[in-house]
């Protein structure tokens, strides 16, 4: 008896050690998941605190284009708009204010944050009344000076601090989210061999063991209950889970409004249904698993599948869960539309419309996608009757199919590929007449395969006769002139959307360089690089619109200082090139000394670029021509231009190398020609191919004695 009683007192206190056992466990997963809850909270906040102030910076972006929008055109529409814009910046500044009273580092940058909002629109509103009352040309000089610029400059900074701060944030809370529900499975699997070893010295296997089972089986769906309930709250990101071999194994509501597919649907079909076919056969979704199992994260940006089978563009991160022994259980998927995002920087690229050149873009079968309104002009068809036509009907057969062939072949071969140099080359309008043409071709991939963008010049001017160019030649200038004002203002408003993607680029460089695959680096490094070139471009046209704007007269100026400035400012080619740049004493002239610094600076840095081998040697002379005039040579020992080229090379956007061999706009003696014509002289080139050449321009010599 005595033995049997020492049994029982000893099988309830094992019993009375299970259940207390499982009180705590139960216990710590209530406080473990409740957590889980609250983490889940502040991503969802971080993540509203970062789409305010991207509405703050939209807003704000709507506030300068539609100020600028009034200046070109006075109507009551762009006016409306501005208001608009400023009511969502007061709206969107009011929401981050209440998000972020939490947060006292952002709570201190907001009052810098409301004061330059404050001054971008008081500059804008004296703007709008400097259009009023004293004309167009009086608001777009102020829109020209820097004071607005540096202001949107400023409080861009100070938005991307405050986004990096709540990425920061992100981060941390993410990472919490994890490490709490990572804690509350280990606890769940500690609590289930605790009770089992419990059991097992109670002597209840079985029937302990089944009663284990069973709460357990209640904690879990419990647990997964509430965190269905979390994530099925987010409904801007398509979260959900993946068994090792890719399979969809849960679902959130964010994913059945972003893809279309109700969970019933979807749970236990693969992942890959969500990628476009070619993505498929090239077997991208399979990479990308292997890339988050091998390095435990992927993200990548390219085109998802609806169930609908539209498209969208989507930023995905996938990350891989394993166990404590490291064995992989499966995936988690981030993954949210940007298509949105995408658009607006579409509509930003539509400016391009504006460019001289009929632009043309064709497919793969050859049939035109896309023109713009140069085109329309050049060929005389509206832009209905063209879209979907063959391109042999503008481009004659033979170099129509050539340019198809361009869109089959890698970028690399075909990349900047000019077509009508040294030959005649027509283009044919509706009318059934023929006009000459020269061709640049661009290769691009597009969501619907390989295009090739195709850039028309119509050269039927320098075809004409010497007596026709004299005759036209005072139209050709207006006209200029009136596409220098629209060039300034339309490349710098092409500088806002544009420093936002080469910023954030750059920090896709620098924060995930080396972590991705070779190709992801590769199409990053593609990105940054584009950027650049296109900032470049625009500084360029900047510069090209600024010779001869009103207001600066032509001084008593020393060119030999002038040169030593263009010197000083090509102080970093010059030491890497190893060039000897030398001169012979030069004169004082009657010259706009900032336009005269740049004429030196683009004649003696193409001496020093177009260098095949060997050290470049650069000398500068002025002589007299016998009047009141100076002609000023730069004289190299390049790689020379051919004599058919002369002309040509002081045209806009001319090249004769390919961007892979010497990188540039096409611009820059375009500068050149426009400052020296703009000074009353002209320019012209002496050259033989491999040996050199020789730039030669006039100047008046100074009021003063030289």
């Not at 009136?482 to 896709?508: K, N």
Request: with cysteine; glycine share 8%.
């Amino acid at each position: 008896m005595k033995r049997k009683s020492q049994s029982n007192r000893t099988v309830q206190l094992s019993f009375g050690s299970a259940i207390l056992a499982l009180l705590a466990l139960g216990a710590i997963s209530y406080r473990s998941m409740d957590a889980s809850m609250e983490s889940g909270r502040w991503v969802r906040h971080t993540h509203e605190v970062i789409e305010n102030l991207q509405d703050f910076l939209f807003a704000m972006q709507k506030v300068e284009t539609s100020y600028r929008k009034f200046v070109i055109t006075d109507s009551e529409q762009s006016l409306k708009e501005y208001r608009d814009g400023i009511l969502r910046c007061e709206q969107a500044e009011t929401s981050i204010r209440n998000l972020t009273v939490d947060n006292p580092t952002q709570q201190g940058r907001l009052p810098t944050l409301k004061k330059l909002a404050d001054r971008k629109i008081q500059f804008a509103e004296e703007v709008i009344g400097l259009r009023r009352t004293k004309g167009w040309e009086a608001a777009a000089d102020s829109i020209r000076g820097e004071a607005g610029q540096r202001i949107m400059d400023e409080f861009q900074g100070v938005v991307r601090e405050m986004q990096e701060e709540e990425l920061r944030l992100l981060g941390l809370r993410n990472a919490a989210v994890q490490r709490r529900f990572g804690q509350t499975k280990a606890v769940l699997i500690l609590g289930t061999v605790l009770g089992v070893l419990i059991a097992v010295a109670a002597g209840w296997s079985v029937q302990r063991e089944n009663l284990r089972r069973e709460l357990a089986k209640e904690a879990l769906r419990d647990s997964e209950e509430k965190f269905r309930m979390l994530l099925d709250g987010v409904r801007d990101y398509a979260i959900f889970t993946l068994d090792p071999q890719g399979n969809v194994a849960s679902w959130n509501a964010g994913a059945e409004r972003i893809k279309g597919y109700r969970a019933d649907e979807i749970i236990g079909q693969n992942f890959s249904r969500f990628y476009p076919q070619n993505d498929i056969d090239q077997g991208k979704p399979e990479e990308e698993l292997l890339i988050a199992a091998t390095t435990g994260r992927s993200e990548i940006e390219h085109w998802r599948v609806r169930k609908d089978g539209s498209r969208f563009w989507a930023n995905v991160v996938i990350t891989a869960a394993r166990d404590s022994s490291g064995n992989l259980l499966g995936f988690s998927e981030i993954s949210c539309n940007i298509t949105e995002r995408k658009e607006t920087e579409a509509k930003y690229q539509g400016l391009l419309e504006a460019a001289p050149d009929a632009m043309v873009v064709v497919n793969q079968d050859g049939n035109i996608v896309l023109l713009n309104v140069q085109a329309e002009k050049r060929f005389g068809y509206r832009r209905d009757e063209l879209v979907g036509q063959k391109v042999k009907n503008i481009i004659p057969e033979g170099f129509a199919e050539r340019l198809i062939a361009d869109g089959t072949r890698t970028a690399a071969d075909a990349l900047a590929q000019q077509i009508g140099t040294g030959i005649e080359l027509k283009g044919r309008r509706k009318d059934g007449s023929e006009f000459p043409i020269e061709i640049m071709l661009s290769p691009q991939e597009s969501s619907d395969g390989m295009v090739v963008t195709a850039a028309i010049r119509d050269i039927t001017q320098r075809k004409t006769s010497e007596e026709h160019l004299a005759k036209t030649m005072e139209e050709l200038q207006r006209s200029n002139e009136e596409l220098g004002q629209f060039a300034y203002i339309a490349s710098h408003d092409l500088q806002e959307p544009l420093r936002m993607v080469a910023s954030y680029t750059q920090l896709l460089s620098r924060k995930y360089k080396g972590k991705l695959d070779a190709d992801a680096d590769e199409f990053i490094s593609f990105a940054v690089d584009g950027a650049r070139r296109m900032q470049g471009l625009i500084q360029d046209l900047l510069a090209y619109s600024r010779v001869g704007t009103k207001g600066r007269g032509l001084v008593d100026t020393s060119s030999e200082e002038a040169l030593q400035q263009s010197l000083s400012n090509l102080r970093g080619a010059i030491e890497a090139s190893g060039a000897q740049v030398t001169h012979d004493p030069l004169p004082g002239v009657l010259a706009d000394r900032s336009q005269l610094i740049q004429l030196f600076q683009n004649l003696v840095g193409n001496a020093i670029k177009y260098q095949r081998t060997g050290i470049p040697t650069v000398h500068i002379s002025a002589s007299r021509n016998g009047g009141k005039k100076w002609i000023f040579s730069v004289q190299d020992n390049g790689m020379g231009i051919d004599s058919q080229y002369f002309a040509k090379i002081f045209d806009m956007f001319q090249r004769l190398h390919k961007r892979e061999e010497f990188d540039g706009t096409g611009i820059g003696l375009a500068i050149c020609k426009k400052i020296v014509e703009r000074h009353g002289g002209s320019i012209s080139v002496d050259s033989k191919l491999g040996q050199g050449s020789t730039f030669r321009f006039a100047l008046a010599e100074s009021e003063e004695k030289s």
